[in-house]
């Protein structure tokens, strides 16, 4: 007998999916397991008196992708999909371990080639790449703990590491007087465990290549930190209304970081811990759903993890706003966007020589508007915007990637094109195959401070501009 979650699992809106970003080339999967080994062994010993761990979220509730994916393939979540996120993963019962994987090949054209080639062993334009493959774990572990869990091997720069996790423990009860979800995380990115896609991890794009170039500037909580961390916070959400959470975050040691494929050398380490926040209000009714919200963290690192000249401070402070609307039969509209501002006190770059300026500041925008037909085909566009302080010793220029003028700011647009013929309860092999083909074009109005010649070496932001053609494979 199936356990209903609470509250917004009655909605019928949108399907329950696999999103792990990428699958595994055979030679790299005994080395993925190691990585995710003692999490698998664990689960199967302590599921004594279920036994029901599966091989992905869709096969654990029997739901198809759709249901909590509004385009069959995830990150996309609707509101069914953000509840069981919130109650931990363990919707559902199964006696498979709940192991699947997933693959994304690709081919990669710039306008304008890059001299000496786009990665290592690559050519200068017109790429053909395995992009990413996982091995991941995702589903109940045991009772009411359940797990996000991927190990990726990197086809650009021929790499396996750990990759995102999220493990949580949840429950319900009464706050106020109200049903509500109470949980505890610990996870290695922040923002890999929010529920919506207007923060950075799960944010638009969900994929993009790896053999482009892209601006230089980006605040510390986009992905700053990924996989260097561990991070545990409480959250709860109150009478489907209003959600809070909030934790610390801690480097991990060098050693842990380059056990788990992760390379510490050079990384920023923070001092301490660094706090995290979340709260977002949202309302949802007849066939639309908003939210608003804020999150945000606040670090003091070692730049380059060395200690001699103090910390810097970064102060990331991020707003997102969210909307869709399912009124239309078969079809469905979303809207996303967020605003991060970061401050910055650079005292301790300055002093190391790596910064102009004691203080500067940066800011990010991110709007994405998509429309689905019947969960299968679905056209997004997208903006996106970075600007801040000039600083010659932060942005240093150089081919390609640096800025000639010393200035962060960058703008473009991203348009994509995306076919999931399978993901629906009646699809082809449900629920065991899910398919995404892609096509996205990435414009660039400004890059790294300039419209033309921004690297003072004669590349213009348009000759950045980016055809990314991929095949995404989940099982």
């Given amino acids: 007998v199936k356990r209903r979650p609470m509250m917004l699992f009655e909605s019928n809106r949108g399907g329950l999916g696999l999103y792990s970003n990428k699958l595994f080339p055979f030679d790299k999967i005994l080395y993925v397991l190691s990585c995710l ?33 509004y385009q069959s393939f995830g990150p996309a979540l609707n509101s069914f999909g953000r509840i069981f996120k919130a109650l931990g993963y363990v919707e559902g019962a199964n006696k498979m371990p709940p192991l699947s994987a997933m693959a994304r090949g690709s081919f990669t054209n710039t306008k304008k080639g890059q001299p000496g080639g786009a990665a290592e062993d690559f050519g200068s334009n017109n790429n053909f790449a395995l992009d990413e493959a996982s091995l991941f774990y995702a589903g109940r572990i045991w009772w009411k703990i359940g797990a996000f869990a991927q190990g990726t091997y990197d086809g650009v720069e021929n790499h396996v590491a750990i990759d995102n996790t999220d493990i949580r423990f949840a429950t319900t009860g009464k706050l106020f007087g109200q049903e509500s979800i ?27 290549s790896g053999l482009a170039p892209t601006p230089a500037a980006s605040p510390i909580i986009d992905e700053g930190f990924a996989q260097q961390v561990i991070g545990v916070t409480g959250y709860t959400l109150w009478k489907e209304t209003v959600y809070l ?5 801690a480097t991990l040691p060098a050693g842990v970081q380059d056990a788990l494929g992760v390379e510490p050398d050079g990384e920023d380490r923070i001092k301490g811990v660094a706090p995290y926040w979340r709260l977002v209000f949202q309302h949802d009714w007849n066939e639309n759903y908003i939210s608003c919200g804020t999150y945000g963290l606040m670090s003091w690192v070692y730049p380059g993890r060395v200690k001699s000249a103090g910390t810097d401070r970064y102060t990331d402070l991020g707003f997102d706003l969210s ?76 081919p390609i990637s640096g800025s000639a003028n010393g200035s962060p700011d960058s703008k473009g647009s991203i348009f994509e094109l995306d076919y999931v013929p399978f993901g629906k309860p009646d699809s082809f092999a449900s629920p065991y195959l899910n398919i995404r083909i892609g096509l996205q074009y990435t414009a660039y109005f400004k890059f790294n401070g300039a419209s033309n010649n921004y690297d003072g070496s004669g590349r213009d932001a348009s000759d950045n501009n980016t055809l990314y053609l991929f095949l995404w494979i989940a099982i």
């Fill in 182 to 208: 109470f949980g505890i995380d610990v996870n290695n990115s922040p923002t890999v465990q929010d529920l919506w896609n207007t923060t950075p991890v799960w944010g638009f794009p969900y994929s993009d």
């Fill in 323 to 398: 909307y869709q609307y399912a009124g239309f039969k078969n079809q469905f509209i979303a809207l996303n966007s967020t605003f991060i501002k970061e401050f910055q006190d650079l005292s301790a770059s300055k002093t190391l020589g790596d910064s102009s300026h004691s203080s500067d500041s940066l800011e990010e925008f991110k709007a994405n508007l998509n429309y689905t037909i019947f969960s299968t085909v679905a056209f997004t566009a997208g903006y996106f915007q970075t600007t801040g302080t000039s600083d010659k010793l932060l942005y240093p220029p150089d």
């Fill in 245 to 249: 959470e909030i934790g610390p975050y």
């Fill in 37 to 69: 080994s003692l999490l698998t062994v664990m689960s199967l010993f302590i599921t004594i008196e279920e036994a029901d761990a599966m091989p992905s979220f869709a096969r654990q509730t029997g739901y198809a992708c759709s249901q909590c994916h």
